[in-house]
């Protein structure tokens, strides 16, 4: 094992002074999505890394770049990337892609002081969470070329900082950046990338029931999103009008959800991967009353599976049972190489870390990755207390774990 006691506590200093410095009150951390909170962090992990004798940068989309050369991609060898994401869902957890880009400094400082010459970038990745903007991965598209003027239009939602209602474009104005110049033009050629590595928290709780520190990812789910969709009724007086005469709008919600909870566990029957849930749901603040029939229903879905096609099916059957959709985001998902996940499978092994495979249910930045044409895998970590919320519970023992693993790996793949 290579990390010391002393990155022991760098991990443990960073994790508190940023937890500390993006506090959101009421409990957990905000990071929003290009905000001020996000902007802290990077200037956190920022200074870290050059107290560390490394470089960090921003590039065209202030993604933070760290590497041991001012220039971080080499014209000699393609580089292998590494990191995760810097914001957070409103009221988060601390740990949901901050570990990632920690992992990313510690090895990269590592490889300096060890003198191994393995091309290290270290990505710490703005806009990875769809909570703020609507749609995912802001950071990595704009890596890759995937960012659209659709998307420098889309705002913010209300937040507690001055970008609550901001579209992308004006944010990424504020930050001295050019928006034009991101738009369907990549930061990096995906040409220069040897792979991309993220170290990530498990979101769900398969690691904590199964006793294991750390997971080796097989697939990133994509999604199918409605985030503004509706289910309408007709109005009416809550005395005067007999339910045979109803159409009410929340009473159709009910039924909608019923039917769409019968045919996911149909698929699961078959062995269909498919989760949904929906996460926002009310009637019209400006309408309703205690007294009045609901004449609509406002809901978001979000629809996940390994299979894409699935995941679109889902939502058309939402359609057909009465449900407007509106605009629909789709994620594709990503299938890692099994030449890749093996390769992670072997280092654990090799390191007798404990360890499972295992698919990943919720999105990540190298999804992104993988679907442009860069090799990409994936590490997890224990977590307790689940994901998106302010209990997570990562010990350092396993994240340090989880770095040794990765360590390992890309140092496999660069031999």
């Given amino acids: 094992m290579i990390f010391s006691e002393a990155d022991r506590n760098l991990a443990e200093q960073l994790f508190a002074q940023v937890a500390a410095a993006t506090a959101a009150p009421g409990g957990g951390v905000c990071r929003p999505s290009y905000g001020n909170n996000e902007t802290i962090a990077w200037q956190i992990i920022a200074e870290a890394a050059t107290d560390l004798g490394l470089y960090a940068r921003g590039d065209l989309a202030d993604n933070l770049v760290i590497s041991r050369d001012p220039v971080p991609f080499r014209t000699d060898a393609r580089s292998t990337c590494v990191g995760s994401h810097l914001d957070s869902v409103p009221h988060g957890g601390n740990y949901d892609g901050l570990a990632g880009v920690v992992a990313a400094v510690l090895l990269i400082a590592k490889s300096r002081e060890l003198k191994i010459d393995v091309p290290l970038v270290g990505l710490g990745l703005r806009g990875e969470e769809s909570a703020w903007f609507g749609v995912p991965y802001l950071g990595s598209k704009a890596i890759l070329g995937k960012i659209t003027w659709r998307d420098l239009e889309r705002r913010r939602r209300i937040t507690d900082d001055d970008t609550a209602g901001l579209a992308l474009g004006s944010c990424l104005e504020r930050l001295v950046l050019h928006p034009d110049r991101i738009v369907q033009t990549p930061i990096t050629q995906p040409d220069q990338i040897r792979e991309f590595w993220e170290l990530h ?21 994509g999604n199918a999103r409605a985030p503004r969709a509706q289910i309408t009724g007709r109005p009416g007086h809550s005395g005067t009008t007999p339910h045979d005469l109803r159409d009410d ?27 949904f849930t929906c996460g926002i749901v009310g009637t019209n603040p400006q309408k309703h009353a205690i007294t009045t029939i609901a004449d609509e229903v406002n809901l978001a879905l979000d629809v996940r599976s390994l299979d894409d096609r699935t995941a679109r099916e889902f939502l058309t059957y939402a359609e057909s049972l009465g449900v407007n959709l509106g605009e629909v985001v789709e994620t594709p998902s990503a299938v890692i190489a099994p030449a890749t996940w093996r390769r992670a499978q072997l280092a654990c092994v090799s390191l007798g870390i404990d360890h499972m495979v295992m698919p990943s249910g919720a999105g ?34 396993d994240f340090l774990l989880g770095c040794e693993a990765l360590w390992q790996t890309i140092l496999d793949g660069n031999r």
């Fill in 364 to 397: 990540h930045d190298a999804a992104m990755f993988q679907q442009s044409g860069v090799p990409s895998g994936m590490i997890f970590v224990r977590n307790d207390n689940g994901s998106h919320n302010p209990n997570e519970a990562m010990s350092t023992d």
């Fill in 201 to 221: 928290i498990e979101q769900g709780p398969v690691l904590v029931a199964r006793g294991k520190p750390v997971g080796v990812v097989t697939g990133i789910c």
């Fill in 249 to 275: 709008a929340v009473v159709r919600f009910a039924e909608i959800m019923t039917k769409l909870e019968a045919r996911r566990r149909t698929l699961a029957e078959r062995g269909d991967d498919l989760v």
